[in-house]
């Protein structure tokens, strides 16, 4: 695909961004003294990218934050994405001359711009159901319900994934902490024009439903404080209302942390979830059309 540059400013006011507060479940640190006050900001450049071999397993890392500790082979399921380059998107930093300037003062370093921030793309399911990746995700999605989901629910998820008669695509939107929403607007109009394309070579994207794994942390009621929903990624609140069925199961026990990163040192703890999702395909369009509008009216206030 042709490279979108997208300049993205992340920084600690949040009235420029989506309630953009988000974690990786996979970081161990202990807290530091010097946590993050919510003052400091970055501006950097991002751009998204086909995804090449050296990408996997950046991609296989961004995989592993969202599928924390399941049974699934990520690796070969990074591989999926690789393989279909034409279809899908990776963030990483912009690359320019003056990068040469700073590898030539710290050869040490690892070149940012080789570095994975983000994944965009969607993988069929039916397509690809041989796949031992695709077997296992689709058995912890069946464990995971016949806990957390009602009998309607279990139903629907069936339908769609085991029916026969529908094909779904899992759709992975995922990406480092502290990167705000309006990545997500490009990739994923992207997305949508390079699935266009493939359907029009008679490649299977073609979609009934989209499968959709969503980040976020809760933190209970306290007092006369009511419980608080925080979104990994922001936007996927808006995926959520879209959605024909989903249930919720905590992550709490694979965790090392109940919540990861630099945060104000008054946030309280916690409690990791994983929110499951279906959305007709026919929905999506319109679910990265609102997206880019309230990006939009947020970055002109």
């Known amino acids: 695909m042709t490279s979108k540059k997208l300049k993205v400013e992340a920084d600690g006011d949040e009235e420029h961004r989506m309630d953009a507060k988000s974690g990786s479940d996979e970081s161990s640190d202990e807290e530091n003294d010097e946590a993050y006050e919510g003052d400091e900001g970055i501006t950097v450049d991002f751009e998204g990218r086909n995804p090449i071999d050296p990408d996997l397993d950046g991609i296989k890392q961004l995989l592993g934050q969202l599928f924390v500790k399941a049974h699934i ?4 399921l990074a591989g999926v994405v690789v393989a279909q380059n034409y279809v899908g998107s ?23 711009c080789q570095v994975v921030f983000g994944i965009t793309s969607v993988i069929n399911l039916v397509n690809k159901q041989e796949l031992a990746c695709v077997r296992q995700l689709k058995k912890m999605i069946f464990e995971k319900a016949e806990k957390y989901a009602t009998e309607l629910v279990i139903q ?20 480092f902490i502290n990167i705000p929403a309006a990545v997500c607007v490009p990739m994923c109009e992207n997305l949508l024009t390079e699935m266009e ?19 976020y942390y809760q933190q209970a009621a306290a007092g006369d404080k009511p419980a608080e929903v925080i979104y990994s990624n922001d936007e996927e609140e808006y995926f959520i209302k879209d959605s024909c069925a989903s249930f919720d199961y905590s992550v709490q026990k694979e965790t090392t942390t109940a919540l990861a990163g630099q945060w104000q040192k008054k946030d309280e703890e916690l409690q990791p979830f994983r929110k499951v999702l279906l959305i007709e395909a026919s929905k999506l369009p319109g679910i990265v059309a609102t997206i880019k509008n309230l990006v939009a009216s947020v970055t002109n206030n």
């Open 73 to 76: 082979d990520l690796t070969e």
């Open 90 to 112: 990776v963030l990483k930093q912009t690359y320019n001359d003056a990068d040469d300037d700073e590898e030539d003062e710290d050869t040490d370093m690892g070149d940012p």
């Open 156 to 175: 629907q998820f069936r339908d769609a994934l085991e029916g026969g008669s529908k094909t779904t695509g899992l759709l992975l939107n995922e990406r």
């Open 197 to 215: 394309r493939a359907r029009s070579k008679g490649m299977p994207f073609k979609f009934d439903y989209y499968l959709m794994f969503v980040k």
